[in-house]
């Protein structure tokens, strides 16, 4: 396992989480588009489920990010942040460039809250992560990116110490709990709900799955035995949580808005963190079975950031192409229809893309 190359071949948790969130995330804009066409509330109570029972995608992203970043980089003290930030560029900064470019330019009606007008404001929906609808998450998410050598310096004072891991954890969960707290009172149900929207992309607002997910490496021999021993019970917390979740949505009756789903309050980090889990587990059993399930798993993975960045272009062209009128039919049918060939059209054009740009630089 000392082998960097060797390392990086092999599935890890962190593959299984960052593919999990990348098949699941698809399906939430779909979703969005499927309330529009004014459903039956049985249909809308259908869609809520499903909506909270994937909305643990930008969780078990970072928590994946952070999992396989750490396991494969921070014992390597050869690689300076000079490096390391090159290779994210390419593969990371690049395509979100590129596919923020698309979306304002061949979608624009696709931005969120504002409209530019001017080169301000078409930098400022750049940036923002109010291109498109999911484009929030890159914002978020290139913020742990640049900010990686804090969790690697972090994880290496950690070591294998159970005091400070204690110590890392604890303090994590007590800030993540006071922005919790912070958040619900001063923007969700707070006066600040329009004009703080922003806060919804710190990075501390995920800083807890990302912490996690570098302790997870670090003390992966307590944390794989106790995510094998315990799944059943992280089973149990999941479908408790999943009814609270689903119990918080409906209270705000009909019809149903999924902005009254966030990811920022108790229920909801809890139904994440035992996703997070239930993943975990099924990674742990698999790899320790030999499936030949890990090799797709670890192959897709690397291109399921890639993918994510396309599937709102793809899913917005299939909705106007007949998705609309195939949902107003048959919701069930439109929903699975369109979500499986936006699945497909969006791995299918980061595989495509990435070939095609080998084969350019590699005749060059």
């Given at each position: 396992?000392?082998?960097?190359?060797?390392?990086?071949?092999?599935?890890?948790?962190?593959?299984?989480?960052?593919?999990?969130?990348?098949?699941?995330?698809?399906?939430?804009?779909?979703?969005?588009?499927?309330?529009?066409?004014?459903?039956?509330?049985?249909?809308?109570?259908?869609?809520?489920?499903?909506?909270?029972?994937?909305?643990?995608?930008?969780?078990?992203?970072?928590?994946?990010?952070?999992?396989?970043?750490?396991?494969?980089?921070?014992?390597?003290?050869?690689?300076?942040?000079?490096?390391?930030?090159?290779?994210?560029?390419?593969?990371?900064?690049?395509?979100?460039?590129?596919?923020?470019?698309?979306?304002?330019?061949?979608?624009?009606?696709?931005?969120?809250?504002?409209?530019?007008?001017?080169?301000?404001?078409?930098?400022?929906?750049?940036?923002?992560?109010?291109?498109?609808?999911?484009?929030?998450?890159?914002?978020?998410?290139?913020?742990?990116?640049?900010?990686?050598?804090?969790?690697?310096?972090?994880?290496?004072?950690?070591?294998?110490?159970?005091?400070?891991?204690?110590?890392?954890?604890?303090?994590?969960?007590?800030?993540?709990?006071?922005?919790?707290?912070?958040?619900?009172?001063?923007?969700?149900?707070?006066?600040?709900?329009?004009?703080?929207?922003?806060?919804?992309?710190?990075?501390?607002?995920?800083?807890?799955?990302?912490?996690?997910?570098?302790?997870?490496?670090?003390?992966?021999?307590?944390?794989?035995?106790?995510?094998?021993?315990?799944?059943?019970?992280?089973?149990?917390?999941?479908?408790?949580?999943?009814?609270?979740?689903?119990?918080?949505?409906?209270?705000?009756?009909?019809?149903?808005?999924?902005?009254?789903?966030?990811?920022?309050?108790?229920?909801?980090?809890?139904?994440?963190?035992?996703?997070?889990?239930?993943?975990?587990?099924?990674?742990?059993?698999?790899?320790?079975?030999?499936?030949?399930?890990?090799?797709?798993?670890?192959?897709?993975?690397?291109?399921?950031?890639?993918?994510?960045?396309?599937?709102?272009?793809?899913?917005e062209c299939l909705w106007l192409l007949f998705g609309k009128t195939l949902t107003t039919v048959s919701p069930l049918m439109g929903i699975l229809?369109?979500?499986?060939?936006?699945?497909?059209?969006?791995?299918?054009?980061?595989?495509?893309?990435?070939?095609?740009?080998?084969?350019?630089?590699?005749?060059?």
């Amino acid at each position: 396992m000392s082998n960097p190359q060797l390392i990086r071949s092999i599935a890890d948790i962190g593959d299984y989480l960052k593919l999990g969130a990348c098949t699941a995330v698809m399906s939430q804009p779909i979703l969005s588009y499927a309330l529009t066409t004014h459903p039956s509330a049985g249909v809308q109570i259908g869609i809520g489920i499903l909506y909270n029972l994937v909305k643990y995608t930008a969780p078990a992203f970072i928590f994946g990010i952070l999992y396989t970043t750490t396991r494969t980089i921070i014992n390597n003290r050869n690689l300076t942040y000079h490096q390391y930030l090159k290779n994210t560029w390419h593969a990371l900064f690049i395509p979100t460039i590129w596919w923020t470019l698309i979306y304002l330019l061949v979608m624009p009606q696709m931005q969120q809250v504002n409209h530019y007008h001017n080169l301000g404001t078409f930098l400022w929906q750049f940036i923002n992560g109010n291109a498109a609808p999911h484009l929030w998450y890159n914002t978020m998410m290139l913020q742990f990116i640049i900010l990686m050598p804090l969790f690697w310096n972090i994880g290496r004072w950690c070591g294998q110490n159970a005091k400070r891991g204690i110590l890392t954890a604890g303090s994590t969960v007590m800030i993540a709990g006071l922005w919790l707290w912070f958040y619900d009172t001063q923007v969700f149900n707070g006066p600040h709900a329009t004009d703080w929207y922003l806060f919804d992309r710190l990075f501390i607002s995920f800083l807890l799955y990302g912490i996690f997910g570098m302790l997870a490496w670090q003390y992966r021999q307590v944390f794989n035995r106790f995510i094998t021993k315990s799944w059943s019970a992280i089973m149990v917390v999941f479908v408790v949580t999943l009814w609270w979740i689903n119990h918080e949505l409906f209270s705000y009756g009909f019809p149903i808005k999924l902005s009254n789903a966030p990811y920022y309050k108790p229920s909801m980090t809890i139904y994440d963190l035992a996703v997070i889990g239930l993943f975990a587990a099924l990674c742990l059993h698999q790899v320790k079975s030999n499936r030949p399930f890990t090799n797709f798993v670890h192959q897709f993975a690397g291109f399921a950031y890639k993918a994510y960045l396309s599937n709102v272009f793809w899913s917005e062209c299939l909705w106007l192409l007949f998705g609309k009128t195939l949902t107003t039919v048959s919701p069930l049918m439109g929903i699975l229809v369109v979500y499986m060939l936006t699945w497909c059209l969006s791995f299918g054009s980061a595989f495509g893309i990435h070939a095609i740009w080998v084969r350019l630089k590699n005749h060059n």
